[in-house]
C-alpha cells in the first residue's frame, strides 16, 4: 500500500501536464489495459498487439508483441489485462478461444508465456485475481469459466454456467474468493474459487445478454452492470438479494463499464454499437451524463482509467483505430447545454413548472402578472463534501400554477358531456337540448352557437326571434373575453387570498434559500416570469379558454399583447387563421350582403370585438332563412376550428357529430380525427368511459371508430371444467371437450353465443330465444329460471 | 387434417367463411383424419409424403398454432405446414413473419407484399411470388405495378440492386448501396424503412430456399389462377427408385451411415478434450479448404436453365445475376467475414432493434430457438447431443457465404457432413431453385423426414442471418 501511494505523488506531477491527445493504430482495437504504474497502455484487436507508453504529450509505441512470420489466430484478441500486481505479466483472450499470457521479462522477441487451450469457443474476458500473481480467470463463450494458475499448464478448476455464452468476469475487489460473471441470457452469477460445481448465487440483472461488469472500488459490494438492453444497473451485493440501487438508461447497448476513481457514484460506459462517445455517469443523477467524451469516430471498445486513483484521466482505444487520452477537463459536460425545465398540467387545469433557478432568477425585467396562484417550492440539492467532482450543484424552482375553484374548474366539462344528446333525436331537439344544458351551466355562448345550428340547419321560423335576440345580446358581452387568457383572471376575492398565499410562499422560499450561496430569488421575479409564459402554455392543453364567468377581465390592465399570441402548433393544426383581420373584414362585407348570417354571429364577433357591437344590431332574424343550408357550411365549419382552437374540442367534436353528414365533408378527416383523439382522451382522463365509448361509436371517422375494436379480449372458461380457456378454438385444453355447445340443439356454436348469467348455459342466440319463448326454464334442464330480455 | 381444410374450400370463397365455422369443419374432420380424399400428389410439399406432415399433425401445440394462423389469416398455408413439424419453431417464425407484415412497421402493407414479391422473384419462386400477390391487391396494392418492376415506383425499383445482391452475393454489399438508398431525394428510404425492407428481403430470400428445399406444393387456389406454375420445375423429375430411402434396399446402407455419423460424433466429441495438437495455421487452412472444397460441391448435374415463368420474371431485372462462389481460385476472393466481428448478438441486434423496435428482439428468438433446437435424436437413436452436428451445418452455411468463425475447426464440417449433404445444402442455400427431390431423398436417407426439415430450417436461419449481417454491417459502416 505504501508503495501505491508513493506511485500516485509521482504521478501527480504527470497528471498536471497530460492532455487530451490521441495516436493513430494500425488496425481497430478490441480491447485495452493499463500498467499498474499509469505509463504504459496495451492495446490488442484482430490485427494488433501493442504496447503504448504514455508520454506527456504523446503516446509512444514500445513494443509490439505481435511477432512471428505467419500471424497466428492467437493474437486475434478479444481482450487482453495487464496485471496489477506483476507489470511483466499481461494475459490475452483469443477469439479461438485460447488464452495466452505474456511475459514481458523474456529476454527473446517473443514475449509468449503460456497458452491454455481449453475453451472451445472464443473466449470473451480474462481477468487477473486483483491480489493473486498467478491467478487467472477466463470466461468463454461456451459457457465456461476456468480458473488458471500460471504456475501449472492446465487449468485448476472449471465452472460451468450452465447457460451459454459468458461474456463477462470479473474478480471481487473485497472477496477474496469471489468473481462475478454475466452471461448472455441476463443473468449474473456469482462464484467463490473454492467451489466450481455451483454458483453461489445467480440473479437476472438484464433483458438479453450482460455484455459487462465492474466491481466498485471503494464500496464493495457494488457491481455495475452493462448490457444490451441498454441499461447501466447497480446492484447492491451486501444483502441477501442483490439489490438495484441506480439503474441508469443509456441510448445504446452498453459493452463497458467502469467505476471512475476516487468518485463514489460515477461510471464511465461505452456502447456496442452506433453511438460512439463515453459517458461518464453519475449514477444518482441517471437521466443526463456527467461528461462526455466525443472524439472517436467510431465505437469504442476498450475503456481504462489511467491509473487506480486517479480520476482525471481515461484512456479508451476504439475499432476507429485510434487510441486516445482523454483528460476530464476536456470533457463536454451536457449539463451545461441542458435547460432543465418541465411543465405538467393536471387535469384540473393546474399547472406545474419547473425550472432551474438561475433561468428564472435571470429573467426580471417583467412585469408580475397579478392573480396567479402558486405555490414556489423549491428544490436545493445540497453540496455533498464528500463528493469533490460534483461539478454542477443542481437547484430548481418548482411552482404550481392552481387555478381557482371557479373558473378552472372542469365541472361544467364533464356536466356537459354527460348531459349533451348526441344522436338518436331529430337535429332540432338535439340542439335545443345541448342549447339548455349549455345555458344552465352558465355557458351562454355556447347555447347560442346550438340554437344557431338548430336555426340554420332545420327548419327556420320556429325559434321566437325575441329570445335569439336576448340570447345574442348576452353572447355580445361575453365574446370579448373569448380572447382572454382567463386563468390568471380571477375574481377580486380570490386575488386577495391569492396574494396571501403568494407571500406566504415568498417567506418560505426565503427560509428555504437561506443557507444556499446563490443569490436570492425576489419571488415577485420569479413569478412574472413564469407568468409571461404561462399564457401561452395555457393554450397547448385543454383548458377551456372560453369560460363564460371569467368576464371579469381586469380592464384596468388589459392585455393588448395577448391576442398577438400565436397558437402553439402541437395544440391543433392551424388550418385557418381565424383571428385575422382581413377575414374578419370579409365577413362584415359578408353581412352587409346578406343579413342571414346570423348563425356566424358569435363567431365574428369574438374575432373582432370591437366591431361587433355595432353589428348586432342589423342581425336580428327579421328575415327568413330561405338560402341552402350548405350556404352556411364554411361559417359553421370556421366556427368549429375556432371552438377546437379556443381548447373546446368538446364543442368542436358535439356538433360534428350532432350534424354528422351536414357538415362532415367539410372538415379533412385528419383534423375530425385529432379532434376526436382530443376529446376521447378527455373524456378518459376525467373516466367517463360510457360516453367516451359512445363518441367513439358516434364518430364517422375510421380511424377513431376502431378504437373499440383493439384490445377487446373476452375472458371465458370452459362451461365443464369451469376453468378458463386459453384456447383460441373451441376445445377446451383440460377436460378436451366442446367448450361451447348449445343446450338446444347440442351442437357448438360459432358465432354468437348467450348464455345465463345464473346458470351459464346458453347457445346459439336463435335457439335460445325460440326456447325461452315457450318455457321458462333452462334449456339444459338445470332447473334454472332463465330469462331472456 | 388442415389440408383438407384448405382443400375444401378454394381460396376464392375463403373470404365468405366465418372463421369459426372453417375451424368446425376442420375439428369434425380430425376423427377420419388420414381417410379424408385428396387430390393425387397433392399435400403440403412434394418431397414428404402428406402422412408424414400429417402424422403429427395431432399434436397439441402445433395444432393450436395453425389454429392461430388460421384465425388471423384465413389459412393454413403449405409453409405452415411443413413447419408445423417443429412446433417451436414455428410459433417463432409465424410472430416474426405477422410483425413483419401485418403490424406497425414503417412501411405501408402493399409495399411489404411487394418487397416480398421482389425478393422471391430473385430465386424465381413461383409460389411466394403468387401467395404474396395476391396479398398485395387484397390490402389494395396497385394493379398496375404487378406488371413488373418497371411499373413500380421509383422508390421500390431502387431496392433492385441490394435485393439482387443480397439473394445472391451478399458480401458484396457495402455502404456505397446504403448510401445510394439513403440519399436525400425524392426516391431515398429512411432508415427504419430500410431496416425493414431488408428485413423482408432477407425473410424472403431464405424462406424461398425453405421452400424449395421442401418442395412445397402450390397452395389449392394457386392453380388455375396466373400465377400457376409448377413451384420447383425438377420436383417432378425424381426416379421413383429412390422415393423411399427407408424402403428401398439402400436402406442398409443409409442404416451404415447413420451409425458412422454418430461414430464420428463421439470420437470428435472424444477428440476435442485431447487433441491440442492442431495449429492455428492449420485451423486457418482448414476453413480455406471447407470454403474452396464447396466449390465442388456445386449440384453435379447443371441443368438447364428453366425457363422462368413470364409473370415471376417481370419482377426480376439481371436475372443473370447469380450466386457465385465466394473465392474461385485466380481472383481476388472478398475479404472473410469474421463472424466475431460483427455478431449478431451484439452488434446486428442493437442495431435492428434501435431502427425496427420489437423485430430485433423477434429475430434473436427466432435464431435462437432454432439454433438451440433439438429432440436429441438422430434417426433412430435417440438421446444424442446433436449440439454439434446443428453447429457444423449452420457454420457451413455461413462459410458458404464467407463468415468464418474463428473458433470453430472446420474440419468437423467434413468428418459430419457427407457429401450429399453438403451438396443440398449449397443448393439450396445458394441457388435454391435447382434443387430437386434427388437431392432431398439421397442425403440422410434413414433420417426422418421432419429432421430433414429441420436441416431447412437451419438453412433459412443461417442463410437468413448471413445476409442480415452483411447488410447490417454496411449499414453500420454507413453510419459510422
Not at chain 1, 504529450?57 to 493474437?75: A, C, I, T, Y
Not at chain 2, 470420437?267 to 487452412?285: A, F, K, P, S
Not at chain 2, 435462437?368 to 429432440?375: A, D, E, G, K, P
Request: one cysteine or more; aromatic letters at 10%.
Amino acid at each position: 500500500m505504501e508503495k501505491m501511494a508513493r506511485v500516485t505523488t509521482a504521478l501527480g506531477g504527470n497528471t498536471i501536464t497530460g492532455r487530451t491527445m490521441f495516436c493513430h493504430l494500425d488496425a481497430p482495437a478490441n480491447a485495452i489495459s493499463v500498467c499498474r504504474d499509469a505509463a504504459q497502455v496495451v492495446v490488442a484487436g484482430r490485427n494488433i498487439f501493442k504496447i503504448y507508453s504514455i508520454d506527456e504529450d504523446q503516446f509512444v509505441e514500445k513494443l509490439n508483441l505481435r511477432v512471428g512470420r505467419k500471424p497466428s489466430l492467437n493474437f486475434s484478441c478479444a481482450d487482453v489485462v495487464w496485471h496489477q500486481m506483476d507489470e511483466n505479466l499481461l494475459a490475452t483472450a483469443a477469439t479461438n478461444g485460447v488464452v495466452v499470457t505474456w511475459n514481458l521479462g523474456k529476454p527473446s522477441r517473443n514475449k509468449q508465456d503460456q497458452l491454455f487451450t481449453e475453451h472451445k469457443r472464443t473466449v470473451n474476458k480474462v481477468c487477473f485475481h486483483p491480489t493473486e500473481v498467478y491467478m487467472l480467470l477466463s470466461g468463454s463463450q461456451d459457457g465456461y469459466m476456468k480458473c488458471f494458475d500460471l504456475r501449472k499448464k492446465d487449468s485448476v478448476s472449471t465452472f460451468s454456467g450452465q447457460s451459454e455464452s459468458v461474456r463477462d468476469v470479473q474478480f471481487s475487489i473485497r472477496d477474496y474468493f469471489t468473481f462475478a460473471a454475466t452471461f448472455e441470457n441476463g443473468n449474473v452469477q456469482l462464484w467463490d474459487i473454492r467451489r466450481p460445481d455451483r454458483y453461489e448465487r445467480m440473479f437476472t440483472a438484464h433483458n438479453g445478454p450482460v455484455f459487462c461488469c465492474d466491481w466498485h472500488l471503494e464500496d464493495r459490494g457494488w457491481l455495475a452492470t452493462g448490457g444490451r438492453d441498454k441499461m447501466v444497473k447497480v446492484w447492491d451485493m451486501n444483502t441477501n438479494r442483490a439489490k438495484e440501487i441506480y439503474c441508469v438508461q443509456t441510448i445504446a447497448s452498453v459493452a463497458r463499464v467502469k467505476w471512475r476513481p476516487e468518485c463514489k457514484h460515477h461510471i464511465a460506459t461505452c456502447s456496442m454499437m452506433v453511438d460512439h462517445n463515453i459517458y461518464v455517469w453519475d449514477v444518482r443523477r441517471p437521466f443526463i451524463p456527467s461528461a462526455m467524451f466525443e472524439e472517436h469516430k467510431d465505437v469504442t471498445t476498450g475503456i481504462v482509467w489511467r491509473h487506480l486513483h486517479d480520476p482525471y484521466f481515461l484512456l479508451s482505444g476504439s475499432k476507429d483505430s485510434t487510441l486516445y487520452q482523454h483528460i476530464f477537463k476536456d470533457a463536454s459536460q451536457p449539463i451545461d447545454r441542458a435547460n432543465p425545465e418541465g411543465l405538467c398540467y393536471s387535469l384540473f387545469g393546474d399547472l406545474a413548472f419547473a425550472a432551474k433557478e438561475s433561468l428564472i432568477s435571470s429573467d426580471s425585467n417583467r412585469k408580475p402578472y397579478i392573480g396567479d396562484r402558486r405555490h414556489p417550492i423549491f428544490f436545493k440539492r445540497k453540496l455533498d463534501p464528500t463528493e469533490q467532482f460534483e461539478y454542477i450543484s443542481s437547484s430548481s424552482a418548482l411552482s404550481v400554477f392552481e387555478t381557482d375553484l371557479e373558473s378552472g374548474s372542469m365541472d361544467w366539462f364533464v356536466r356537459t358531456a354527460k348531459q349533451y344528446a348526441l344522436a338518436g333525436r331529430p337535429l332540432a331537439e338535439l340542439c335545443d337540448h345541448n342549447a339548455k344544458v349549455a345555458k344552465e351551466l352558465d355557458r351562454d355562448q355556447v347555447a347560442q352557437t346550438w340554437t344557431m345550428l338548430r336555426i340554420i340547419y332545420s327548419s327556420p321560423g320556429t325559434v321566437p326571434s325575441a329570445n335569439l335576440n336576448h340570447s345574442l345580446g348576452k353572447g355580445s358581452t361575453s365574446l370579448p373575453l373569448m380572447n382572454s387568457f382567463n386563468l390568471k383572471d380571477i375574481p377580486p376575492g380570490i386575488g386577495n387570498e391569492s396574494r396571501l398565499e403568494r407571500s406566504k410562499g415568498e417567506s418560505r422560499s426565503e427560509n428555504i434559500l437561506m443557507d444556499s450561496s446563490s443569490t436570492l430569488i425576489n419571488n415577485d421575479e420569479n413569478e412574472e416570469t413564469e407568468g409571461s409564459d404561462v399564457p401561452a402554455d395555457y393554450l397547448l392543453g385543454d383548458v377551456e379558454g372560453d369560460e363564460d364567468e371569467l368576464y371579469m377581465m381586469d380592464h384596468e390592465n388589459p392585455h393588448a399583447e395577448e391576442q398577438e399570441y400565436i397558437l402553439p402548433q402541437e395544440a391543433f393544426p392551424l388550418r385557418h387563421e381565424i383571428v385575422d383581420n382581413p377575414s374578419a373584414l370579409d365577413h362584415l362585407q359578408e353581412k352587409a350582403d346578406s343579413p342571414h348570417v346570423s348563425g356566424n354571429e358569435a363567431e365574428t364577433v369574438s374575432l373582432t370585438p370591437v366591431e361587433s357591437f355595432s353589428l348586432i344590431s342589423i342581425s336580428h332574424s327579421l328575415y327568413e332563412n330561405r338560402l341552402p343550408t350548405d350556404f352556411f357550411n364554411p361559417i359553421v365549419r370556421d366556427m368549429l376550428l375556432f371552438y377546437a382552437e379556443q381548447g373546446d374540442v368538446q364543442m368542436a367534436v358535439s356538433v360534428l357529430i350532432v350534424l354528422g353528414d351536414r357538415i362532415r365533408k367539410e372538415i379533412d378527416e385528419q383534423t375530425q380525427e385529432h379532434w376526436y383523439t382530443s376529446y376521447i382522451d378527455l373524456l378518459q382522463r376525467f373516466q367517463l368511459w360510457n360516453i367516451s365509448n359512445e363518441v367513439i361509436k358516434l364518430s364517422t371517422c375510421r380511424a377513431i371508430n376502431c378504437l373499440n375494436q383493439a384490445s377487446t379480449t373476452l375472458h371465458i372458461n370452459c362451461s365443464n371444467c369451469k376453468r378458463p380457456m386459453s384456447n383460441k378454438g373451441w376445445i377446451c385444453d383440460r377436460c378436451r371437450q366442446c367448450a361451447s355447445m348449445c343446450a338446444v340443439c347440442h351442437h357448438v356454436v360459432k358465432g354468437l353465443f348467450v348464455w345465463c348469467q345464473g346458470c351459464s348455459h346458453g347457445g346459439h342466440l336463435q335457439h335460445i330465444m325460440k326456447w325461452l319463448e315457450t318455457s321458462s326454464h333452462c334449456p339444459a334442464g338445470c332447473g334454472h329460471l332463465c330469462e331472456y330480455t | 387434417m388442415m389440408v383438407a381444410g384448405s382443400d375444401c374450400c378454394g381460396r376464392t370463397d375463403i373470404k365468405g367463411y366465418l372463421p369459426c365455422e372453417q375451424c368446425g369443419d376442420l375439428r369434425n374432420k380430425e376423427d377420419r383424419e388420414i381417410k379424408i380424399p385428396r387430390q393425387l400428389g397433392r399435400g403440403p410439399s412434394s418431397f414428404i409424403p402428406v402422412e408424414e406432415i400429417l402424422q403429427e399433425g395431432t399434436e397439441r401445440a402445433q395444432r393450436q398454432l395453425f389454429i392461430e394462423a388460421f384465425v388471423s389469416t384465413g389459412r393454413v398455408d403449405n409453409v405452415t405446414m411443413v413447419m408445423g413439424l417443429h412446433p417451436e419453431y414455428l410459433a417463432s417464425f409465424w410472430k416474426t413473419q405477422y410483425l413483419l407484415l401485418r403490424l406497425d412497421g414503417p412501411l405501408p402493407y402493399h409495399k411489404r407484399h411487394y418487397i416480398a414479391i421482389m425478393a422471391a422473384a430473385r430465386h424465381q419462386c413461383s409460389y411466394l411470388v403468387g401467395f404474396h400477390v395476391a396479398e398485395f391487391l387484397k390490402v389494395g396494392g396497385n394493379p398496375e405495378w404487378l406488371q413488373g418492376l418497371h411499373r413500380a415506383p421509383q422508390k421500390l425499383r431502387n431496392l433492385n440492386e441490394i435485393n439482387k445482391i443480397l439473394a445472391h452475393r451478399p458480401w458484396l454489399i457495402t455502404k456505397e448501396h446504403i448510401e445510394a438508398l439513403l440519399k436525400t431525394g425524392e426516391n431515398s428510404w429512411s432508415l427504419a424503412e430500410l431496416i425493414q425492407a431488408l428485413v423482408l428481403l432477407t425473410h424472403y430470400h431464405s424462406l424461398a430456399s425453405f421452400v424449395f428445399g421442401c418442395g412445397i406444393n402450390l397452395e389449392p387456389g394457386q392453380e388455375g389462377g396466373p400465377a400457376f406454375q409448377p413451384p420447383s420445375p425438377r420436383s417432378c423429375d425424381s426416379s421413383p427408385a429412390s422415393e423411399d430411402g427407408m424402403s428401398s434396399p439402400s436402406g442398409k446402407d443409409a442404416m451404415q451411415e447413420v451409425e458412422v455419423l454418430m461414430e464420428r460424433m463421439k470420437l470428435l466429441q472424444e477428440c476435442q478434450l485431447e487433441e491440442e495438437g492442431v495449429t492455428q495455421e492449420e485451423m486457418e487452412t482448414r476453413f480455406e479448404l471447407e470454403k474452396t472444397e464447396s466449390l465442388l460441391v456445386a449440384p453435379t448435374v447443371d441443368i438447364a436453365e428453366p425457363a422462368l415463368p413470364p409473370n415471376v420474371l417481370c419482377f426480376v431485372e439481371e436475372p443473370e445475376f447469380g450466386y457465385k462462389d465466394f473465392t474461385r481460385k485466380g481472383e481476388q476472393a472478398p475479404p472473410t467475414f469474421r463472424a466475431q466481428d460483427y455478431t449478431w448478438e451484439d452488434h446486428g441486434y442493437s442495431l435492428i432493434n434501435r431502427l425496427y423496435p420489437d423485430m430485433g428482439q423477434l429475430l434473436d428468438e427466432k435464431f435462437q430457438v432454432v439454433y438451440n433446437l433439438t429432440y436429441n435424436t438422430i434417426a433412430m437413436h435417440s438421446g444424442v447431443d446433436t449440439t454439434m452436428l446443428r453447429r457444423a451445418i449452420w457454420n457451413y452455411i455461413h462459410c458458404v457465404f464467407g463468415i468464418r468463425y474463428d473458433d470453430y475447426d472446420y474440419g468437423e464440417v467434413n468428418q459430419l457432413l457427407e457429401r450429399s449433404l453438403k451438396v443440398y445444402i449449397k443448393t439450396v442455400a445458394c441457388y435454391p431453385e435447382k434443387a430437386t427431390k434427388r437431392m432431398y431423398t439421397h442425403f440422410w436417407r434413414h433420417f426422418k423426414h421432419s429432421e430433414k426439415v429441420h436441416v431447412n430450417l437451419l438453412l433459412l436461419e443461417a442463410r437468413m442471418q448471413a445476409a442480415l449481417l452483411y447488410a447490417l454491417r454496411a449499414i453500420t459502416r454507413y453510419m459510422t
